[in-house]
């Protein structure tokens, strides 16, 4: 490999896109390509680096199978940073096995922590856990255990383990700044910055405060009865009760605990379940039997006794009953949720994530842009949507895809 080649790929791995694309800005043979491409994403423009590294994966011979891998893995990171997350996994995974037979150890687990961070972004925990299980970052390079390690921590946070999910971040801080890559200590920061934001609200006797993740963590293994609204279920201990699908069951609930220990009149019941702004005899008809299934189903945990005026939630065991929240309740916070990262989505990207229909999404993503809550950068396919920049929030960078030179 030639001096200018070499001294690209250094650059690059510095975190030097410009200082990369001086030494190959004017090439076309296979190998500048590849670099330019990886410039290009970690300079943002994600439609050309897709381009370029598709360029230099055919520009490369057939006995060149090794750099025709690494080129897919390049271009299912750049899909991943740009949130196109529907690429074929199987490419990827057929790049990994590869890799795995030449053996370029390092590039297949980078292909490997690529698939663990797309099954993390689109909710698939205990597949992204499984797949990380198999990983020892031990003899890896100190960019590749960052990687590892930021997996680790998002894994915790969603599952709600903030002691993990901090330990990780530590070792992730520490490898990154063995690695010396600006691009990955930012994105070290940033996952620093979202644990320590509010993960959810807590209501209980009519107040509301604020708590993080080491607080909800707590909360969940304490012995109060907790209405969570989060994720729709109402839980005490390990016992949990779903009511992801029953959206009226679960608005019952949530009312009766907020209003507990007192009592909610039927009314108020009735217009927060079934949005009827005067009750009649079939709407009281209709709040008996919706009681008497959540009654039902909190049997184990608690009662729903009739009193003069409505309904009061009475629980078996716990001394308290409290309502956990999300920070800020608004209609479409799934939504707001994962654009929160900072990262440019597409809307079918955001509909594998939300298992949602991609119309639907973007009809969503229509109206709330028409509001003024979210942005949209390029047209047709290569459309993508954010949130406006919140300052004190780093975005999450690109990290140098493996290179042709490695």
Avoid at 20 to 38: F, S, T
Avoid at 80 to 105: C, F, I, M, N, Y
Avoid at 108 to 114: D, E, N, V
Wanted: charged content about 25%; proline content about 5%.
């Amino acid at each position: 490999m030639d001096s200018l080649i070499t001294a690209a790929a250094r650059a690059l791995a510095a975190g030097d896109p410009l200082g990369a694309l001086k030494r190959v800005a004017l090439r076309d043979d296979a190998p500048a390509l590849a670099l330019r491409g990886i410039a290009m994403a970690q300079l943002g423009d994600f439609v050309r680096a897709k381009a370029l590294v598709r360029s230099a994966a055919r520009a490369f011979g057939p006995k060149e199978a090794v750099a025709r891998a690494r080129c897919v893995v390049a271009e299912a990171e750049i899909a991943l940073v740009s949130r196109d997350l529907g690429w074929p996994a199987k490419a990827l995974d057929a790049a990994q096995a590869t890799l795995e037979a030449h053996g370029d150890r390092a590039n297949a687990a980078h292909a490997r922590y690529l698939q663990v961070r797309r099954l993390l972004l689109i909710g698939r925990l205990d597949e992204a856990e499984r797949t990380l299980a198999e990983l020892d970052p031990t003899p890896f390079p100190p960019a590749l255990r960052a990687s590892h390690e930021l997996v680790v921590a998002g894994i915790a946070m969603r599952r709600i383990r903030a002691k993990t999910a901090r330990a990780a971040l530590v070792r992730a801080e520490y490898a990154a700044h063995q690695a010396a890559i600006p691009a990955l200590t930012a994105e070290v920061e940033s996952a620093s910055l979202i644990l320590d934001t509010p993960a959810a609200r807590l209501i209980v006797r009519g107040e509301e405060r604020l708590l993080q993740l080491e607080e909800v963590e707590a909360l969940l293994a304490s012995k109060a009865l907790v209405v969570d609204a989060c994720r729709h279920v109402v839980r005490e201990a390990r016992t949990v009760v779903p009511l992801t699908t029953r959206p009226v069951l679960f608005t019952l609930a949530r009312a009766l605990s907020e209003a507990w220990p007192g009592e909610v009149p039927r009314d108020v019941l009735v217009a927060r379940a079934f949005r009827a702004k005067h009750a009649d005899e079939s709407h009281r008809a209709r709040l008996r039997v919706e009681i008497g299934r959540l009654r039902t189903l909190l049997r184990t945990l608690a009662d729903v006794s009739a009193t003069k005026q409505g309904f009061a939630l009475v629980p078996h065991r716990a001394r308290d009953v409290v309502v956990l929240a999300q920070p800020v309740e608004e209609k479409n916070a799934a939504v707001f949720a994962c654009l929160a990262d900072g990262e440019s989505w597409s809307s079918s990207a955001l509909a594998l994530a939300l298992g949602a229909s991609q119309r639907t999404v973007q009809r969503t993503l229509d109206a709330l842009a028409a509001a003024g809550k979210v942005q949209s950068l390029g047209r047709g396919r290569a459309r993508r949507w954010m949130t406006p920049p919140v300052l004190g929030f780093t975005t999450t960078l690109l990290l140098p895809a493996p290179l042709p030179s490695d």
